[in-house]
């Protein structure tokens, strides 16, 4: 067990619809990542936030956006959901810009 | 410029034999080299990581090999067992510049057999 938790495990849901995905980082860690893996794509960085400010992005598509509370939590809100947007969604965190410890993930399905 | 090789795709071994895999990567600026299994169902989980200022890292079983010059790095498994069997991706980022943007590997299914 990394200590990165995220919900929900599985979410499955249509076209067109917007999902928010959550994760908490391990204790004393400032830094979130997101990743997206998919057999197509492989493993792919979206974006990182540092203490509540976005440090590093990827190729994260205009319809999906994250952000960071103050409490360090983070959310990744999907929206316009289309077919290729299934896939697992990690969750990783840092306690600034060393070590990054995986999540268990999101299984998304969009039928 | 980003991409990472990673080879081979899938690996057979036998358990006590050593599992090797390669990774090999362009971008110059790239600072630090983290390996990461995973297991059907899972998040990926760190192993091991190496910077360019040395060669060679080990722990326990677990041994990266690091190559500027040809920039290429691999991952060692020496006495390979079952519980071993998993998904191997290789990673690459540069941590200067603020952020630690992971490219990784297009991964290795590694299966070690009894």
């Known amino acids: 067990d990394s200590g990165v938790t995220q919900t929900p495990k599985h979410l499955i849901t249509a076209t067109g619809q917007r999902v928010t995905l959550r994760c908490s980082p391990r204790s004393g860690d400032l830094s979130v990542y997101w990743y997206q893996q998919s057999l197509d794509q492989g493993l792919q960085f979206l974006i990182q936030?540092?203490?509540?400010?976005?440090?590093a992005k990827g190729n994260i598509l205009e319809r999906f956006s994250a952000q960071q509370f103050p409490d360090l939590h983070s959310e990744l809100n999907l929206s316009s959901l289309e077919l290729g947007d299934s896939a697992l969604y990690f969750c990783a965190s840092s306690v600034v810009n060393d070590e990054q410890f995986f999540g268990p993930g999101t299984r998304l399905t969009v039928l | 410029q980003q991409q990472v090789k990673q080879s081979p795709q899938s690996l057979i071994v036998q358990k006590g034999g050593i599992s090797i895999i390669n990774c090999a990567y362009e971008?110059?600026?790239?600072?630090?080299f983290p390996w990461y299994q995973q297991f059907p169902g899972k998040g990926p989980a760190l192993l091991i990581a190496?910077?360019?200022?040395?060669s060679e890292k080990k722990e326990g079983r677990f041994t990266i090999s690091f190559n500027k010059s040809a920039k290429q790095f691999s991952l060692h498994i020496m006495d390979s067992q079952p519980g071993d069997s998993a998904t191997y991706f290789c990673?690459?980022?540069?941590?200067?510049?603020?952020?630690?943007?992971?490219?990784f590997g297009t991964g290795t299914q590694l299966k070690v057999e009894l």
């Open positions: 936030y540092y203490n509540g400010e976005e440090r």
């Open positions: 990673a690459a980022s540069t941590l200067r510049g603020g952020g630690n943007k992971l490219t």
């Open positions: 190496i910077r360019p200022d040395v």
């Open positions: 971008n110059t600026a790239f600072d630090y």
